[in-house]
Nanobody, 121 residues
Framework: VQLQASGGGWVQAGGSLRLSCAASGRTFSNYVMGWFRQAPGKEREFVAAIRWSGIMTLYADSVKGRFTVSRDNAKNMGYLQMNSLKPEDTAVYYC???????????????WGQGTLVTVSS
């Protein structure tokens, strides 16, 4: 699976952004899609994940209630809607594909390049 994330940019605190993840190659619908982020000087951290069916989702506590993960298997696309953004959300965001819904980065098999999100106060 090849993944490409897009949609990052600059936004003021309280604003919204929608990230997209385009998948190609193997059948995207067979995989869990995860979103991770990495801020400067910090380790990569889990943000959200969604099972292939779209029924099961998992969120980090820090984004719960503000971010929504979704997918459109027919279009081979995944999305991360980010609302009420905070300066601490500033990071490079990555989409990933794996076989299980998990917060552990190493359990995801495929990774896209990141897209930078900058939230100013």
């Amino acid at each position: 699976v090849q993944l490409q994330a897009s949609g990052g940019g600059w936004v003021q605190a309280g604003g919204s952004l929608r990230l997209s993840c385009a998948a190609s190659g193997r059948t995207f619908s067979n995989y869990v899609m995860g979103w991770f982020r990495q801020a400067p000087g910090k380790e990569r951290e889990f943000v959200a994940a969604i099972r292939w069916s779209g029924i099961m989702t998992l969120y980090a506590d820090s984004v719960k209630g503000r971010f929504t993960v979704s997918r459109d298997n027919a279009k081979n696309m995944g999305y991360l809607q980010m609302n009420s953004l905070k300066p601490e959300d500033t990071a490079v965001y990555y989409c990933a594909a794996g076989k299980v819904v998990t917060m552990t980065p190493k359990l995801y098999d495929y990774w896209g390049q990141g897209t930078l999100v900058t939230v100013s106060s």
